[in-house]
């Protein structure tokens, strides 16, 4: 068995990877699965020079992470962010890992970023970098190796780019491989709020379950990016009560409801040209409660939806939270020792391997309608989408009851049986030990 000593900056990963543990103590797993799936395959760490628009150098560090590809590809997005490190995208890797296995799409999991405030930068050094990145992980990815998309402050412009310079790096058209592209670039339809989506259908999951009534339900979302402005948007059309945002300048409240198209429109459309990134704040509202993103988490709500970024939620707050129910649509908002304060509390945690994986499902929608050639109406993207969802969530619930567990373990247990699987498909200790050869 390796060397299972992390560096000290390694504790995001450290703690992701602490949920198999969990997992496997619940289940008959195989240790040598659990073993290979403590390591990523792959990690590359690069450079990008980029020429400023005032004539100066730059140069930002990146990387790609492929962690397993025991059931295909590598997948998963392309961050850019400030907090970008090696330890994160591992992280964020292990959990790409998961989530495939816990919707079933034949990808392994993958991650990468660059360590830059984005908003810092202009558009044309925005595609400089985009493009150095591609030029130098080309060797990294592939239709076949590992499959980029969005992520946190990346979006199908910048995917666009990214494909376009694989193309022209291998001279060759291939929209296969990165996935979250503008329509006219080979994206899929109902791509772009397919995050947002699988969480809203994960939520009416729960609405069944629970009898819920919409208009009773008050909701808070923390991140008013892509993922959660969709989520808040679908639900609101329900009839739910959007009580709070937020993004990254503060948060807003508003016992009664917001309008979530006049909050999307403020943020997205208000500014004179529509920016490659939202310049308006949700703060600039001025009919409601300014609050931190700090108190959003503990308002006094029905539901709530962390949508930002990891270690949201923290032994330093999770006794104050007093949601019954939340949905991760970020990944990574809680670390495992809130996880622990949260299932004591009885708060039902639907963890972001299963809320947000409506992302990746129809990337790898995508993927299939660039390999074939052949494009889906949105009512079939939206139907494809919604049977995957539904049929996981049921697997989910019904595991957690069976085994008596919290919500997340019971996903990790069923991402684990299926890698599992693949692995042991190829055999394992038991299979080759000196008794059977
Ligand atoms: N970045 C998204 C996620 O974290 C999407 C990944 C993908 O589509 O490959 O799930």
Same mark, same amino acid.
């Given at each position: 068995?390796?060397? @299972?000593?992390?560096?000290?900056?390694?504790?995001?990963?450290?703690?992701a990877?602490?949920?198999?543990?969990?997992?496997?103590?619940?289940? /008959?797993?195989?240790?040598?699965?659990?073993?290979?799936?403590?390591?990523?395959?792959?990690?590359?760490?690069?450079?990008?020079?980029?020429?400023?628009?005032?004539?100066?150098?730059?140069?930002?560090?990146?990387y790609?992470?492929?962690?397993?590809?025991?059931?295909?590809?590598? @997948?998963?997005?392309?961050?850019? /962010?400030?907090?970008? !490190?090696?330890?994160?995208?591992?992280a964020?890797?292990?959990?790409?890992t998961? @989530?495939?296995?816990?919707?079933?799409?034949?990808?392994?999991?993958?991650?990468?970023?660059?360590?830059?405030?984005?908003?810092?930068? !202009?558009?044309?050094?925005?595609?400089?970098?985009?493009?150095?990145?591609?030029?130098?992980?080309?060797?990294?990815?592939?239709?076949?190796?590992?499959?980029?998309?969005?992520?946190?402050?990346?979006?199908?412009?910048?995917?666009?780019?990214?494909?376009?310079?694989?193309?022209?790096?291998?001279?060759?058209?291939?929209?296969?491989?990165?996935?979250?592209?503008?329509?006219?670039?080979?994206?899929?339809?109902?791509?772009?709020?397919?995050?947002?989506?699988? =969480? *809203?259908?994960?939520?009416?999951?729960?609405?069944?379950?629970?009898?819920?009534?919409?208009?009773?339900?008050?909701?808070?979302?923390?991140?008013?990016?892509?993922?959660?402005?969709?989520?808040?948007?679908?639900?609101?059309?329900?009839?739910?009560?959007?009580? =709070?945002? #937020?993004?990254?300048?503060?948060?807003i409240?508003?016992?009664?409801?917001?309008?979530?198209? !006049?909050?999307?429109?403020?943020?997205?459309? #208000?500014?004179?040209?529509?920016?490659? *990134?939202?310049?308006?704040?949700?703060?600039?509202?001025?009919?409601?409660?300014?609050?931190?993103?700090?108190q959003?988490?503990?308002?006094?709500?029905?539901?709530?939806?962390?949508?930002?970024?990891? +270690?949201?939620?923290?032994?330093?707050?999770?006794?104050?939270?007093?949601?019954?129910?939340?949905?991760e649509?970020?990944?990574?908002?809680?670390?495992?020792?809130?996880?622990?304060?949260?299932?004591?509390?009885?708060?039902?945690?639907?963890?972001?391997?299963?809320? +947000?994986?409506?992302?990746?499902?129809?990337?790898?929608?995508?993927?299939?309608? +660039?390999? =074939?050639?052949?494009?889906?109406?949105?009512?079939?993207?939206?139907? @494809?989408?919604?049977?995957?969802?539904q049929?996981?969530f049921?697997?989910? /619930? +019904?595991?957690?009851?069976?085994h008596g567990?919290?919500?997340?373990?019971?996903?990790?247990?069923?991402?684990?049986?299926?890698?599992?699987?693949?692995?042991?498909?190829?055999?394992?200790?038991?299979?080759?030990?000196?008794?059977?050869?």
């Amino acid at each position: 068995m390796g060397n @299972k000593k992390n560096q000290p900056d390694d504790q995001i990963f450290t703690d992701a990877i602490g949920r198999l543990d969990q997992a496997f103590e619940q289940d /008959h797993l195989d240790p040598e699965v659990l073993e290979r799936l403590k390591y990523p395959r792959a990690a590359l760490q690069v450079s990008v020079p980029v020429r400023m628009d005032d004539g100066s150098l730059r140069v930002f560090e990146g990387y790609r992470v492929r962690y397993d590809d025991s059931r295909g590809p590598g @997948k998963g997005g392309i961050r850019f /962010h400030p907090n970008v !490190s090696l330890s994160e995208v591992k992280a964020l890797a292990f959990w790409m890992t998961c @989530k495939c296995a816990v919707v079933g799409i034949p990808f392994g999991g993958a991650k990468g970023g660059i360590t830059v405030n984005p908003k810092e930068l !202009s558009r044309l050094e925005l595609e400089r970098l985009s493009r150095g990145f591609i030029q130098q992980i080309a060797d990294f990815i592939g239709p076949e190796t590992d499959v980029p998309a969005p992520d946190v402050y990346t979006n199908s412009m910048i995917m666009g780019w990214m494909m376009d310079e694989y193309s022209k790096i291998r001279r060759q058209h291939t929209p296969a491989v990165i996935t979250g592209k503008p329509i006219p670039l080979g994206g899929s339809l109902g791509r772009e709020d397919a995050t947002g989506r699988g =969480a *809203y259908y994960c939520i009416k999951e729960l609405e069944s379950r629970r009898n819920w009534k919409p208009e009773k339900v008050r909701v808070a979302v923390q991140g008013f990016g892509n993922a959660g402005q969709h989520v808040a948007h679908l639900l609101h059309g329900d009839g739910y009560r959007i009580v =709070a945002v #937020s993004d990254s300048q503060g948060a807003i409240y508003k016992p009664d409801g917001f309008d979530v198209a !006049s909050l999307m429109y403020m943020k997205n459309e #208000s500014r004179r040209l529509k920016a490659v *990134y939202c310049d308006g704040s949700v703060c600039e509202s001025v009919d409601a409660q300014q609050l931190s993103n700090a108190q959003l988490l503990e308002l006094d709500v029905d539901l709530l939806i962390p949508a930002a970024l990891e +270690n949201q939620i923290t032994v330093d707050n999770a006794t104050r939270i007093q949601a019954p129910v939340i949905v991760e649509v970020a990944n990574g908002p809680t670390t495992s020792e809130a996880d622990k304060i949260l299932n004591a509390q009885g708060t039902l945690v639907v963890p972001d391997i299963l809320a +947000n994986a409506g992302g990746v499902t129809v990337s790898y929608f995508e993927w299939v309608q +660039n390999k =074939a050639g052949y494009y889906w109406p949105l009512k079939e993207v939206h139907a @494809k989408l919604h049977t995957i969802m539904q049929r996981e969530f049921g697997n989910v /619930h +019904n595991m957690m009851q069976h085994h008596g567990t919290d919500m997340r373990t019971a996903a990790y247990m069923l991402a684990l049986s299926r890698i599992g699987d693949a692995i042991s498909a190829q055999g394992t200790d038991r299979y080759f030990s000196a008794e059977n050869r």
